[in-house]
């Protein structure tokens, strides 16, 4: 079972949010170095392709159910296929846009099949003096993607998963969906967005973001005309980075479940140390709606690489509880989630590398969280997934960047 992704490849970071020190000492500099947007290919201006192919095998249980053998794309990079280009106006204004595809590397289809450019499709002006604007689908104005050491990938990723509240109803499977309805994550990505990024003056820099309802959508009559806004605000000092971020996004209305649009909050801090052979990343995020019903969220999450030569390793740890009373709990019963992921990456050069991943995802009490898509057994009714349930994943997969 496939679900929507919210998430994106540690590829894609902000350009604004990389701090600014040699790749010889950052380990995420090191790996932005293979896309044009980063690496100074481009420096006189002219538009490149750039992309990833990532597939692997993954085996995978939950509860008593049987293992699942399968074939899986994006365990250590999304595959995507993207094109950016830059014109340089001035010394110090250039104009940039970027297009980028998500696909599945073991079917070849795309991830979104309403649209093309499902990740990126910006156009945008750059000063080192005055900023940056953009107008596009782009990433959202939070906590940078690369606080999950795994990329915040669509497999193998409990930041993505258990992060993310991907719990499963008897409607299916639903970011923060056991928070009641209207609950929803907020994007990674949103289309139909505005953003400003100030310039970096002394190892500070914000960013900030609006984007506007589809008003060409069925249910674009009950959803308020600004559907997304928020801003981070980061700090970068030799190996030091500092963010904290807040966002609102409104959930599209629904007849079914006779709610209008629900305002939803998600606020954040986060801290990473990097010098290129360790990293160490740590974040704390809260999650709740402005429905009266509804509960929250608040997740917790650890991370560490650390790199020797070719060897990379990779370990993440994820804690997820709902404060109040979860959608499908009983009177007093609660519902948390810990998750952990174990990741080995071997490079066989610059570009390709070999990796293995082993995650263990505990659900405690009323909570029905799944990871890379696996869905729960189910109660003898035939709709409702089991509760409380471990799931365990282990992958082995290959990945190319060009």
Known sequence: MRIKQITSSLALLSASALPAYSYAESYLLDRAANLPRYNGSLSAGGVALYGSVDSGINVIRSGDAASTLRLQSGGEHTTKLGLYGRENIS?????????????YGDTGKLQDSKSMFNRE???????????????????????????????????????????????????????????????????????????????????????????????????????????????????????????GSY????????????????????????????????????????????????ASARVYTLGSIVRHARHHYRASLVYREVLGRA???????????LGLMLGYDYEISKRTALYARFGVLNNRGASTIVIN??????????????????????????????
């Open 247 to 294: 966002n609102q996004a409104w959930s599209t209305p629904s007849e079914a479940e006779g709610i209008a649009a629900v305002r939803n909050d998600s606020s954040g801090l986060a801290a990473i140390y990097d010098d290129g052979d360790l990293v160490l990343s740590s974040s704390v995020m809260q999650l709740s709606s402005r429905r009266a019903d509804n």
């Open 91 to 103: 010394a110090d204004l250039s104009v940039e846009f970027n297009h980028e595809s998500g696909l």
């Open 121 to 243: 499709s910006w156009v945008g002006l750059k000063s080192r003096q005055f900023g940056t604007l953009r107008f596009g689908k782009q990433l959202a104005s939070a906590l940078p993607l690369f606080v999950d050491v795994f990329g915040a990938v669509e497999t193998n990723s409990v930041y993505s998963w258990v992060g993310g509240g991907a719990s499963q109803g008897t409607a299916g499977i639903g970011y923060n969906s056991d928070l009641g309805a209207g609950s929803m994550a907020a994007p990674s990505r949103v289309a139909r967005a505005i953003t400003y990024t100030t310039p970096r003056r002394y190892g500070v820099e914000a960013q900030f973001m609006m984007a506007t309802k589809d008003q060409g959508a069925a249910n674009a009559v009950g959803s308020p005309n600004i559907v997304n806004r928020g801003g981070v605000l980061s700090y970068a000092a030799g190996h030091v980075y500092l963010a």
């Open 373 to 402: 898509g696996n869905p729960l057994p189910l109660m003898s009714d035939g709709q409702t997934p089991q509760s409380g349930l471990r799931t365990t994943s282990f992958s082995l997969g290959m990945a190319h960047q060009f």
């Open 327 to 337: 959608r499908n709990a009983s009177p007093g019963q609660g519902s948390s989630a």
